[in-house]
């Protein structure tokens, strides 16, 4: 017998059924960083175009705690396009089709976890389209608990092109997306805090 434990849920708690197909195409907006001698203070920022998962959650339906893996299957991720993934604090990213797996420990019941957050595709300046498939498999699951499909969609018409020289405020920590404190810049997303408090996500060439 297969003891099914998770579901995917959204914002309100609504079950998002097995099976369902999600279109996102919500533009969001993170930062590039460019380093180069030719720029004021040694480098600039420039606003990159996302879409982010937006809504979507992890619930236990069980009456017990439990551990669950969550698996993102990337089938399609257009040339020079990256896909980030964050579950319970732990994130990395691709860039290339693949699946990559997330574990969320005991999950207290009727509970949900948080996939949504820094979860994103970055797509290039064309219109196209990322699509994964998000899966769940509770502890004591045979079998994957739910799975849905979701089409991440930009259409190339918005533009987030600003460009920023933060020249005057001192970036004081790096991190990786992961939360690692870094040294030095780090190919791929990078988290900056500034000397004001700010903290920004950007990408490192």
Same mark, same amino acid.
């Given at each position: 017998m297969n003891a099914q434990s998770f579901s995917f849920v959204d914002e309100?708690?609504?079950v998002i059924e097995n099976g369902t197909t999600l279109t996102m195409d919500k533009v969001g907006s993170m930062q590039e960083i460019i380093y180069g001698s030719e720029y004021p203070g040694?480098?600039?920022?420039?606003? #990159? *175009?996302t879409v982010p998962l937006g809504g979507v959650y992890v619930k236990n339906t069980s009456?017990?705690?439990?551990? /669950?893996?969550?698996?993102?299957?990337? =089938?399609t991720l257009p040339a020079?396009?990256?896909?980030?993934? /964050?579950c319970a604090g732990n994130?990395?990213?691709? =860039?290339? !089709? @693949? =699946?990559? !797996?997330?574990?969320? #420990? !005991?999950v207290e019941p009727n509970s949900t976890v948080d996939i949504s957050s820094q979860t994103?595709?970055? *797509?290039? !300046?064309?219109a196209g389209t990322c699509v994964v498939k998000l899966s769940i498999k509770g502890e004591g699951s045979l079998t994957t608990d739910s799975e849905i499909t979701v089409n991440f969609v930009y259409s190339g018409s918005t533009s987030v092109n600003g460009i920023h020289n933060d020249v005057n405020n001192e970036v004081v920590a790096r991190y990786s997306i992961d @939360?690692?404190?870094l040294n030095a810049p780090q190919k791929g997303i990078n988290i900056l805090k500034y000397a004001d408090g700010r903290t920004e996500k950007v990408i490192a060439k």
């Open positions: 309100n708690g609504n040694g480098f600039i920022i420039v606003d #990159k *175009p009456s017990q705690k439990k551990d /669950c893996k969550i698996y993102y299957n990337v =089938t020079g396009t990256s896909f980030a993934a /964050c994130c990395s990213s691709m =860039t290339a !089709e @693949g =699946t990559m !797996e997330k574990d969320a #420990k !005991e994103e595709w970055v *797509p290039g !300046e064309a @939360g690692q404190l």
